[in-house]
Every structure is written in structure tokens, then in C-alpha cells.
């Protein structure tokens, strides 16, 4: 079969497997499993509509996996179908923290990493279903935005839909899916969602500007998502020969590779490439993204690995939390029992950080919430509050007072640190109750 052929063939099969979402929705059987990747990768267009279709048809069980949701699902908004439609969020945003909070909606504990090897052990994935970008030539698919979990779900599943978005970038490093693997497609050119900019005020600045200060040329990068993270990136635009290996990649890291501080020269792998799992962000990001060798969307259990970071001299990792006690350890997942996220990637990278050969983990927030009437550095954390990062395992703590060092350091001098970066307001009050236990003497 010469070329013009196999186009031929392909664009025949394309026509058959085309059809509706609502078309494709109706061919879900009770107790079905549905698995989705993160951000852009969701076909929001077939979850709606399969919603739909188990209402109409009084279907039971059916259970979709997802991760980061970006769009209005009707199973995290519709009591009606617990138990019948439900939602179960590896990593929760807006709409899965409200239905997983109001009790309509499961979460999944877990790693980053390890989502791969969970759905491929634990997880019987009756259906794969992901929006990409249009066909090729050759008959292949882009997963565009998107490395994370997609390849093993690909592997994993029974069967296959896909959701054709021509606004989606095609990332020439991304997985791949072939129209010979698909089961059922449909069309649906909606415009892609946008991450809203943080704003960076004078707080967020002076953080930044502390942790940039520490960032040698030459470092690999990763940085969170956020005020704080974008405004380290913000204040590293004369810095030079920067990389960046990176689970999200954002906004912040577009200013630094188009200014120039970014080239990935130094990286001892994938140099000359840009490295992350997702991008998700603004539209700089994804026409950015599109057509370009220089970016590499890979499996998050590679991308995520400590010891792949570790292999990065110089690798600085950049996180936030919502409190920190002073024995080290760091929430970022909850509000004492209230569902907010999940813990992603901060301890692979705390981890990769901290074992390569003079790299650094910040873990960096304001020093108060709530206006200024809450503490985040506290004596024990909220009751019910998840620790994210051990004490075990926790670096640098960064607040706009300063920054604290923990690693190998023991409680009373990590107290001691602690204290002098929380808002003076609270510093009293700190440092009687490490007194009371017996912290300091």
C-alpha cells in the first residue's frame, strides 16, 4: 500500500468512526469504568452527554476517573446521579473540591507519578476517553497537551473515543493514539480553557525575589502553580543557560524561554528540550506548544521520577502549601478535614531536588491567610489536615520573612528558623507555644 493509499484508508475510517457525542455516550452500560487525563486531554462534550444518558436510560455505577477537571461536569454538580454517574478525582480542582466536600464525588489518594501503574494494577478501564488534536496524515492523533497517564490508558483500556479539537496543539513529542486503535470519534472545535493569570502582588514579589536570589544559571527548574511560582519565574529573566524539567508547565516559563534565560543547554538529558507531563495556562502556552521539537510532553511516572530529577545538577523545585508545623511538615492538600487538592507532584520533586548535586526544594507561601488573622506557620497543623511532605523529607520553607532551612536540622533549631519567617504578629505567641512543648528550652 503506497502513501496516497494509506491516506485514503485512513480518511475512510475516519468517516466511519465519526459520529455524535451523544451517539457515543448511548453505547455506556451500567457499571461501566470511564478514564480521563488531566486539563485539556478531557472530552467535556462526552461526560456531559454520557450524564445525560445514564439519567434517560436509569443506568447504575458508572464510574469516571479524572484528574484536574477544567470543565462543568454535570456528575460533580448533580445529586441525582451518586451511584449512578460518579466522579473520582485524582487531583481536584474547582469543581471536583466542591462535590468532593458536599459528598458527590470519591477521591483518590495518591501520588502523580504513580497514576500510571494505580490504573494499570487497580483499575478495570472499560473506556479511554480524550480529546485531541486532528488526525494526521499517517492516521495519528495528538494527545497535544497532555503526556501523564494517557500512554498507559491507552494500553489499559477496552475501548477508545476520541474528541477531534482542531484549537488543540499538536505536540510532535506528546503520545500518540492511531485511528486503527479507535473505537468511536466525534468533532467538537470549542475553544480551549485558559488558566486564569495569577496576580502577583508585593508579598508574592518579595518571595520570588528570595528564591531568586538563590538560583544559580544553569539550574533546572520546576515550578508550581501560582502567585508565588510565577513570580520566582518573573525574577529570573537575567539569569542565563536555565532548563526546565517540569510536571505543569506554565505561563511563567513562556516569559523565560522567550526572553532567553531558558535554552535547556545544560541539562544532561533531553538537553536542548523543554520537559514536562502537561502544559495548561494561556494561549501563549499552547501556541507555543504546537508543531515545536523543543517541547517534550512525556508520562508523568518518567517525568515525575525523583531519581530521573535527580539527575539534573542543580535542580530547583519551587511548591506551595497552606500550613507548616514546626516539626516540618507541610499541608498542601486540605483545610484540617476540608477536601482541597491532591498531592500531585511536590514530594517526587522535594525528593529529586534534594538528591541532585546542589539542588534545592522551596516549599513557598504568604506567612498569613484569612487577611492577615491566620498564622500558616503553626505549631501542629489543623486537626484532620493531610501532610503532603514529611518533616522527613522537607528542605527550604519560604515565607516573605525570609527563608528557613530544615533539612538537617532538628527540631528546636527548625522551630527556631520557622519562627523567624512567620509574621511578626504571631511570633510570640510561636514561640510560647514551642516552649509549652517543650521544643525550646
Same mark, same amino acid.
Request: charged share 20%.
Given at each position: ?28 452500560? +451500567? ?16 461526560? #456531559? ?24 461536569? !454535570? ?13 473520582? +478525582? ?21 501520588? *502523580? ?5 494505580? &490504573? ?13 488534536? $486532528? ?37 510532535? #513529542?506528546?503520545?500518540?493514539?492511531? %485511528? ?22 508585593? @508579598?508574592?514579589? @518579595? ?5 531568586? !536570589? ?32 517540569? !510536571? ?14 531558558? #535554552?535547556?543547554?545544560?541539562? $544532561? ?8 507531563? &502537561? ?12 508543531? #515545536?521539537?523543543? &517541547?517534550?510532553?512525556? $508520562?508523568?511516572? *518518567? ?22 508545623? &514546626? ?15 491532591? +498531592? ?18 522551596? %516549599? ?18 489543623? $486537626? ?46 510561636? @514561640? ?6 517543650? %521544643?525550646?528550652?
Amino acid at each position: 500500500m503506497n502513501h496516497l493509499e494509506a491516506v485514503r484508508k485512513y480518511k475512510k475510517m475516519y468517516k466511519q468512526l465519526l459520529a455524535t457525542a451523544d451517539e457515543l455516550a448511548g453505547r455506556i452500560e +451500567s457499571n461501566d469504568v470511564l478514564c480521563c487525563d488531566i486539563t485539556l486531554a478531557q472530552p467535556g462534550a462526552l461526560l #456531559n452527554a454520557v450524564a445525560k444518558h445514564v439519567k434517560e436510560k436509569g443506568l447504575t455505577n458508572v464510574k469516571q476517573h479524572i484528574l484536574l477537571d477544567v470543565y462543568p461536569y !454535570e456528575m460533580y454538580q448533580d445529586a441525582e446521579l451518586l451511584g449512578k454517574y460518579t466522579g473520582v +478525582s485524582w487531583f481536584s480542582s474547582g469543581g471536583a473540591r466542591k462535590a468532593v466536600s458536599n459528598g458527590l464525588a470519591d477521591v483518590m489518594p495518591c501520588y *502523580y507519578r504513580d497514576i500510571p501503574s494505580l &490504573f494499570t494494577q487497580y483499575v478495570d478501564v472499560d473506556y479511554f476517553v480524550a480529546a485531541v488534536s $486532528p488526525m494526521d496524515k499517517h492516521g495519528y492523533f495528538s494527545m497535544s497537551t497532555v503526556g501523564s497517564a494517557s500512554q498507559a490508558l491507552l494500553h489499559k483500556a477496552k475501548h477508545i473515543i476520541v474528541e477531534v479539537n482542531k484549537n488543540l496543539p499538536r505536540a510532535l #513529542n506528546s503520545p500518540m493514539v492511531h %485511528i486503527s486503535q479507535i473505537d468511536g470519534l466525534y468533532e467538537n472545535h470549542v475553544p480551549l480553557v485558559c488558566l486564569p493569570k495569577a496576580e502577583i502582588d508585593e @508579598t508574592s514579589k @518579595t518571595i520570588g525575589g528570595l528564591i531568586a !536570589e538563590r538560583i544559580p544559571d544553569g539550574a533546572t527548574l520546576q515550578l508550581g502553580i501560582g502567585a508565588v511560582p510565577d513570580a520566582v519565574g518573573l525574577a529570573l529573566k537575567h539569569k542565563h543557560d536555565l532548563g526546565i524539567h517540569t !510536571e505543569m508547565f506554565t505561563d511563567s516559563m513562556v516569559e523565560l524561554i522567550e526572553c532567553g534565560a531558558v #535554552n535547556n543547554s545544560k541539562k $544532561p538529558i533531553h538537553t536542548g528540550k523543554t520537559v514536562a507531563t &502537561f502544559a495548561f495556562g494561556s494561549q501563549r502556552i499552547y501556541d507555543l506548544i504546537d508543531d #515545536n521539537p523543543a &517541547f517534550e510532553l512525556l $508520562p508523568v511516572d *518518567y517525568v515525575n521520577d525523583p531519581a530521573v530529577i535527580a539527575q539534573h545538577p542543580n535542580f530547583v523545585s519551587i511548591n506551595a502549601a497552606l500550613e507548616v508545623d &514546626f516539626y516540618g511538615q507541610v499541608c498542601a492538600e486540605s483545610i484540617g478535614t476540608k477536601h482541597v487538592s491532591g +498531592s500531585g507532584g511536590q514530594v517526587d520533586y522535594v525528593r529529586g531536588a534534594t538528591q541532585s548535586p546542589g539542588g534545592m526544594s522551596f %516549599i513557598a507561601f504568604p506567612s498569613t491567610a484569612k487577611g492577615g488573622t491566620v498564622s500558616k506557620i503553626m505549631p501542629t497543623l489543623t $486537626p484532620g489536615a493531610i501532610v503532603t511532605t514529611s518533616k522527613n523529607d522537607v528542605d527550604y520553607i519560604v515565607t516573605e520573612f525570609g527563608i528557613a532551612k530544615l533539612r538537617g536540622k532538628p527540631l528546636s533549631e527548625r522551630a527556631k528558623a520557622l519562627i523567624s519567617i512567620a509574621h511578626p504578629n504571631f511570633r510570640d505567641e510561636l @514561640t510560647f507555644a514551642a516552649k509549652k512543648q517543650g %521544643i525550646l528550652i
